[in-house]
């Protein structure tokens, strides 16, 4: 059933950081989901919502076809009625068949919009939704005041779950798997923990402009924070088509345009990240098999390289039509945990990996975003990100291991990797 939308356009254009600033003050549960700073494409929202229990967004029902038109593309975002949130990553490896440490659904949490300013870069529009008179919100929204440049952060010492030497060591044992024929790659990841209070509006504001990021967002729900600089978007549907866009290799940019190109060429060309990303489209490739319509699945493109600001990536990307009827945790049931996070064969991934990490992996390595009344949904990968909980932030990082890892290099990926949140 959809929400009954009261709907205002602003007068004039909002900073979306001053509307999020303004509203994550006030509220408890709110969000943004953030086209970084100085976009001038796609949209952004900043809003709130209730808490509801992740089963009401599991039950959505997947509508629409890819044969109707394209008449509700404007209607795609969190709305009044939809929600926003994330599934952790040891919920969905449970529910997928692996073992796992963590007895509980708990670091899951997902609200209920409530009301919504929409965004739109291209078009310097803002819009606001809301279950209410967004009349009044639109008035309040005006009087926000300007926030303050935000301070530089109170340096601190973050503690490693696992040293360096270990962390080596456990690459190996992944080689180890792999040589005995247990898995073709293994995405290893630890954490790194900071104790004590964090502004997480504060924390968040600092991410964005330190970190390159075209899936970011803020997300608190209660007393628990997702703070995400994520560059992987995991699924995207609209009107039953799903589309997941796995990320393997990554290249710096350089302010040298001979170097640059260089550096995308060695991208495109690398054979470990070229391995590393066919691996995961054939994984991908799978999982979607199951859930859509038989001969539907394709691979829609191939070790593209795509450059952002602050690096270039390698990307593919898999579809497929959903069968109709699906329900929204059907469709996570056949592809969550992602692939690019757990490695191949995915449950034997799972299953080694919970082994040597020892320690649950909480949201990091899970996904976040929303979800529409309809089904449709936009979902990204939990990486470079923060989460801030009592009174303690963490951050995650990993990188997928082959046959041909060097764990030295490894290793100091995975500092570079979690250096940018922290």
């Not at 994984?283 to 199951?290: W, Y």
Request: glycine content about 10%.
């Amino acid at each position: 059933m959809t929400t009954p939308q009261s709907i205002v356009p602003l007068a004039a254009w909002l900073d979306p950081e001053r509307v999020f600033c303004g509203w994550a003050h006030r509220f408890e549960n709110a969000f943004w989901l953030d086209a970084g700073p100085g976009a001038t494409s796609a949209r952004s929202w900043v809003g709130i919502g209730e808490s509801v229990a992740s089963t009401v967004v599991e039950q959505v029902v997947v509508r629409g076809s890819v044969a109707e038109d394209d008449s509700r593309s404007d209607e795609r975002g969190p709305r009044p009625g939809g929600w926003v949130g994330w599934f952790a990553y040891d919920g969905g490896a449970r529910r997928a068949g692996a073992p796992t440490l963590s007895d509980s659904d708990d670091e899951t949490r997902w609200m209920r919009v409530r009301a919504v300013v929409e965004f739109d870069h291209a078009t310097c529009r803002a819009t606001v939704f809301a279950g209410g008179d967004a009349r009044e919100l639109a008035t309040e929204l005006a009087a926000l005041p300007h926030p303050g440049a935000v301070g530089e952060p109170t340096p601190v010492v973050a503690s490693s779950r696992h040293d360096a030497a270990t962390y080596a060591a456990l690459i190996e044992q992944c080689r180890e798997q792999i040589r005995q024929g247990n898995a073709y790659q293994l995405c290893l990841t630890t954490r790194f923990e900071v104790e004590g209070a964090v502004d997480a509006v504060a924390a968040y504001r600092r991410l964005r402009r330190g970190v390159s990021a075209h899936h970011g967002g803020f997300v608190r729900i209660a007393d628990r924070a997702l703070l995400s600089a994520s560059p992987e978007q995991f699924l995207n549907v609209d009107r039953g088509r799903v589309r997941t866009h796995p990320i393997k290799g990554t290249r710096p940019r350089s302010a040298d345009s001979v170097i640059d190109a260089e550096l995308a060429e060695d991208l495109r060309t690398d054979v470990k990240e070229r391995a590393e990303n066919v691996m995961i489209v054939d994984l991908m490739r799978n999982d979607l098999s199951r859930i859509c319509e038989i001969g539907s699945v394709t691979v829609e493109r191939l070790f593209d390289v795509e450059s952002y600001p602050a690096v270039h990536q390698l990307v593919s990307t898999v579809a497929g039509n959903l069968f109709p009827g699906l329900e929204v945790g059907e469709l996570l049931g056949a592809t969550f945990p992602a692939g690019s996070m757990t490695g191949a064969p995915k449950l034997s991934a799972m299953s080694i990996l919970q082994r040597l990490e020892g320690a649950p992996r909480g949201i990091f390595a899970g996904c976040f975003g929303w979800v529409s009344p309809q089904g449709d949904l936009d979902l990204a990968m939990v990486i470079r990100s923060i989460v801030v909980e009592n009174g303690r932030a963490y951050v995650g990082a990993g990188g997928g291991i082959t046959w041909l890892s060097h764990p030295p290099s490894e290793v100091a990926e995975v500092v570079v990797k979690a250096r940018g949140p922290l």
